[in-house]
């Protein structure tokens, strides 16, 4: 089943992508329905089948991010063998070495949007970059969670455009400005849906890639993460308690990379971008200037 959070007259609400259009699903709120759990999703199905037998399908004027204002955003921060590779040529503050540990760094519920929506370069010469993710959307509440039982807990999965302000990011400070580099307005780009457990049982088989204006640049299996799904969830929740609806996305691939093209090419406004994961599907964002 692929869920989405649609736009019809002015209301929100969630529905069931299909072939023809969206069936209904009765809950305005994506959130609500992950809370709700199995019994939830049955009465989405039963509704579902009801739309199909009825011809009641609904053509939304809009797909928006599947869920606006996620409790916790959790991005993987280095988490790709080919990142720690391409990462040894580039001047940051510290060589970057394979990790022992998986480490994260938080968005800002704030800086989320959905297909479509522009992304804003907040002042011209900012360091705008694009980065495609596997976001993995929590079903239930985590607490010390080990890998052999992680997958449990998931309930979805979705696409993560994580967009970065380089020069925020990596070089305005003498240590990382994670929060702002990553947590600007617009900065995290959502959906267009969520895929269910289910229907993608081994995650590290997903292909990622990205193109800007149709030029092809990251191109990547999640089987090259150094840490899967699993045990980011398990890394997590030794200390942070995952509740339903927050988001944990894997990390991204080298290559590809505006910042680690030569010479650097950052988005710039007027810019189109697509990240896209097979079987989940894929997310065009346009760039527009914030000033």
């Known amino acids: 089943m692929r869920l989405v959070t649609y736009a019809l007259n002015g209301e929100s609400a969630v529905g069931v992508k299909l072939p023809g259009g969206v069936a209904d699903s009765g809950y305005s709120s994506m959130l609500d329905l992950i809370r709700g759990g199995e019994p939830a999703l049955e009465r989405v199905r039963r509704r579902t089948t009801e739309a199909e037998r009825s011809g009641s399908l609904i053509r939304p004027e809009r797909i928006l991010a599947p869920i606006p204002r996620p409790g916790k955003l959790l991005f993987a921060y280095v988490n790709f063998y080919s990142v720690v590779e391409a990462f040894k040529d580039v001047d940051l503050v ?45 079903g239930k509440t985590a607490k010390k969670i080990g890998p ?22 990596l070089r305005r400070n003498p240590w990382f400005d994670t929060t702002f580099g990553k947590g600007c307005d617009t900065f995290c780009v959502l959906g267009p849906e969520i895929v269910l457990r289910d229907e993608i049982p081994d995650p590290s088989r997903l292909h990622l890639s990205s193109s800007v204006n149709g030029e092809p640049r990251q191109s990547e299996s999640a089987a090259g993460m150094i840490f899967d799904v699993q045990h980011q969830i398990a890394a997590i929740t030794e200390f942070v308690t995952l509740e339903p609806g927050d988001i944990v996305s894997g990390g991204t691939p080298a290559e590809g990379l505006g910042m680690l ?12 971008v697509t990240v896209e994961i097979d079987r989940i599907g894929k997310l065009t964002n346009p760039v527009a200037a914030g000033w």
């Open 94 to 138: 510290e060589e970057i070495s394979i990790p022992q540990a998986a480490s994260f760094f938080s968005k800002l519920p704030t800086s989320v949007i959905g297909p479509g929506d522009a992304v804003v370069k907040p002042y011209p010469d900012c360091e705008l970059d694009y980065s495609v993710e596997l976001g993995v959307v929590i």
């Open 148 to 169: 052999e039982n992680a997958l449990e807990y998931v309930f979805g999965y979705t696409v993560c455009h994580d967009v970065s302000a380089r020069d925020i990011e």
């Open 261 to 272: 093209m030569d010479p650097p090419r950052w988005l710039e406004p007027g810019d189109e």
